[in-house]
């Protein structure tokens, strides 16, 4: 059974940083590229990040780049994303997602995706 759960999440200031980490269980972690999703209350989930399976490309969203980075550990099944400069506009619940690498589905999609985590709630206080 496949199992990706997130963890890091909590209510930081504006201009602090947080770190999201994704934990894969059931699934050969290194056949899956992966994603960071947002939801923000009353919003469509949206892309935030996304990492190859062997994690040599990246890609952000607009609105994070240069503030947010992406990175795996296929040794350990995990991945991660380092939060910097946060604003009140990042608040939202984050997912980690899984899409298997052979897929020609929309990375940046979310019905793209096969497998999700339980999201962990990013609050930041203005």
């Known amino acids: 059974q496949v199992q990706l759960v997130e963890s890091g999440g909590g209510l930081v200031q504006a201009g602090g940083s947080l770190r999201l980490s994704c934990a894969a269980s059931?699934?050969?972690?290194?056949?899956?590229?992966m994603a960071w999703f947002r939801q923000a209350s009353g919003k469509e989930r949206e892309f935030v990040a996304r990492?190859?399976?062997?994690?040599?490309?990246?890609s952000y969203a607009d609105s994070v780049k240069g503030r947010f980075t992406i990175s795996r550990d296929n040794a350990k099944n995990s991945m991660s994303l380092q939060m910097n400069s946060l604003k009140p506009e990042d608040t939202a619940v984050y997912y980690c997602?899984?899409?298997?690498?052979?897929?020609?589905?929309?990375?940046?999609?979310?019905?793209?995706?096969?497998?999700w985590g339980q999201g962990t709630q990013v609050t930041v206080s203005s």
């Open positions: 997602a899984a899409l298997a690498r052979e897929s020609i589905g929309d990375a940046t999609t979310a019905r793209s995706y096969d497998y």
């Open positions: 059931g699934v050969t972690f290194s056949r899956y590229n």
């Open positions: 990492i190859s399976w062997a994690g040599g490309y990246t």
